[in-house]
Each structure stands twice: as structure tokens, then as C-alpha cells.
């Protein structure tokens, strides 16, 4: 049973990585690294990209369940995969605190937290009042949605390779 669920898994996993494009790139991995609000609030899940603190070159997805720990039954280790795929399937088990996360584009939205807007329209007003009056110059919307996550929630900007608190 698990080792069906886990084919699926995988199976689901490598449609989705190869179909849509996530910034895996150093300067978001050290963007994401340095968040350490966002990184805190983080509880991983299955399809989650995250990037091995031990700076193992390659980024890697949670695939399965975590493993849970005897003692205090909390999740412990969670399997990963690495990617991409063309070096063939390499799975692992890591704990959270081996892991940064990357969040996904659609995962920093949903920090924002901004639930009562069914379409969504205040939530993109906003994002793109703060972009075109800031004229922010990043090559990734995941870099742009943690830019805006950060200002929104956490009152922070990136100031070189460091978040800082907003100067006002």
C-alpha cells in the first residue's frame, strides 16, 4: 500500500515539476533561506520544493508522509526526491530542520491570508499597486510574491542578501 502510494506520488509529482516552472535558482533559494518568518510558519507537505540546508546542489520535493517520532509523536523525517529527474530518482529521508523551503507562487498567496476576497481582486489591486509604484526588478513571480509576502505580513524588505525591517 505505501509503496502504491508512493508511485502515485511520485507519478503526480514529476507531471507537476515538468509542466509548470518553480524558481529554483540560488537567489531565491537564499531569499527563501533568509525569510525566516516564512520558514518558521512552514509545516511540510507533499509537493513541496525545498532545498537541503546541508547545500546539496540539487533542489528536492517532499513526496511522502513524514515519518513520526516515538517519543513525542510529532512528524520527525519526511521523504523527498531529488530533481530534476534526469539523474534518475534519488529519495531520501530528511528532517525539517535539513530542509529550507521554497514556497510555490500559489503557497505565497496564500500567506497573505486574505480570505474574505472570493475572486481574488483585492489581493491582485494590492500586489500590483505595490508593484508598478515600486517598480520592483525581480526575475521570478516567486521572488515577487515573497517580496510582497514579506513587506505585507512581516512589515520587511530585502536590503542586498538580508530582510530589514521597513524604514519608514
Not at 494590492?126 to 515600486?134: D, P
Request: net charge neutral; hydrophobic share 35%.
Amino acid at each position: 500500500m505505501v509503496k502504491n502510494s508512493l508511485e502515485k506520488n511520485l507519478t503526480t509529482l514529476y507531471h507537476y515539476a515538468t509542466v509548470c516552472s518553480m524558481d529554483t535558482s540560488l537567489e531565491y533559494i537564499k531569499m527563501c533561506e533568509k525569510a525566516e518568518e516564512i520558514q518558521e510558519q512552514w509545516y511540510p507537505k507533499c509537493g513541496d520544493y525545498v532545498r537541503l540546508s546541508n547545500k546539496d546542489a540539487r533542489v528536492t520535493i517532499i513526496v511522502d508522509s513524514p515519518t513520526w517520532n516515538v517519543n513525542d509523536g510529532r512528524p520527525d523525517r519526511f521523504l523527498t526526491v531529488a530533481f530534476p529527474w534526469s539523474y534518475g530518482v534519488n529519495t531520501d529521508y530528511k528532517k525539517i530542520h535539513e530542509m529550507i523551503w521554497l514556497p510555490r507562487q500559489d503557497q505565497l498567496q496564500g500567506i497573505i491570508g486574505w480570505r474574505n476576497d472570493p475572486y481574488c481582486g483585492a489581493m491582485l489591486s494590492k500586489f500590483m499597486r505595490w508593484y508598478n509604484e515600486n517598480q520592483i526588478a525581480l526575475p521570478s513571480m516567486e521572488q515577487l510574491w515573497l517580496s510582497f509576502v514579506m513587506l505585507e505580513n512581516h512589515k520587511k524588505v530585502l536590503d542586498g542578501e538580508q530582510w530589514t525591517y521597513l524604514r519608514k
